[in-house]
T-cell receptor, first 112, second 115 residues
Framework: NAGVTQTPKFQVLKTGQSMTLQCAQDMNHEYMSWYRQDPGMGLRLIHYSVGAGITDQGEVPNGYNVSRSTTEDFPLRLLSAAPSQTSVYFC???????????FGEGSRLTVL | DAKTTQPPSMDCAEGRAANLPCNHSTISGNEYVYWYRQIHSQGPQYIIHGLKNNETNEMASLIITEDRKSSTLILPHATLRDTAVYYCIVNPTLYSGAGSYQLTFGKGTKLSVIP
């Protein structure tokens, strides 16, 4: 099993550009989420989804959009990139009701 | 408000047991204790979780005090590959209806395993 796959692994953007971080899981998990991690910090939740067609905001949602059209995919869209969005982004999916998250390897984004 | 308190860093000799403490004095009755770790800059990895009984799996043991106000993660024979940041998290289960979709990761404990 591939688990949780994130693309791209690295990306450099200019301020104002838009882009989409892709996340796909092949474990048939209902729940998926996006976190960001800044240097020396813990992970902060951006958006999450409890199933296809259902999304909600986390702790730091501003500047990001998400949609969930299929169980497998949960893309994160940056509408107009800002230097403050320079970070490492992690996608995760949840196993059942136990709170066991499976994380992707991360997408490292730099906004100039 | 932080739900958990962990020491920022710890050292452990290779081959010895690593005991990582966590205080969660305000834990509620429906909240579980979860442990994750993050090796270098990889995605966090689930280790173990428990409610009130001690738990053991192939990676670690989790000891929860009787009053549930603190817990200890034990790596029985630490190796260099266990060098990582370890996160202790308290959270209701996903189906408890108590806003449990947000696992809150603090700064964790940076464990360094020394050769």
């Amino acid at each position: 099993n591939a688990g949780v796959t994130q693309t791209p692994k690295f990306q450099v953007l200019k301020t104002g550009q838009s882009m989409t971080l892709q996340c796909a899981q092949d474990m048939n998990h209902e729940y998926m989420s996006w976190y960001r991690q800044d240097p020396g910090m813990g992970l902060r939740l951006i958006h999450y989804s409890v199933g296809a067609g259902i999304t909600d905001q986390g702790e730091v949602p501003n500047g990001y959009n998400v949609s969930r059209s299929t169980t497998e995919d949960f893309p994160l869209r940056l509408l107009s990139a800002a230097p403050s969005q320079t970070s490492v982004y992690f996608c995760a999916s949840w196993k059942g009701a136990t709170g066991e998250l499976f994380f992707g390897e991360g997408s490292r984004l730099t906004v100039l | 408000d932080a739900k958990t308190t962990q020491p920022p860093s710890m050292d452990c000799a290779e081959g010895r047991a690593a005991n990582l403490p966590c205080n969660h004095s305000t834990i509620s009755g429906n909240e579980y204790v979860y442990w994750y770790r993050q090796i270098h800059s990889q995605g966090p990895q689930y280790i173990i979780h428990g409610l009130k009984n001690n738990e053991t799996n192939e990676m670690a043991s989790l000891i929860i005090t009787e009053d549930r106000k603190s817990s200890t993660l034990i790596l029985p024979h630490a190796t260099l590959r266990d060098t990582a940041v370890y996160y202790c998290i308290v959270n209701p289960t996903l189906y408890s209806g108590a806003g449990s979709y947000q696992l809150t990761f603090g700064k964790g404990t940076k464990l360094s395993v020394i050769p």
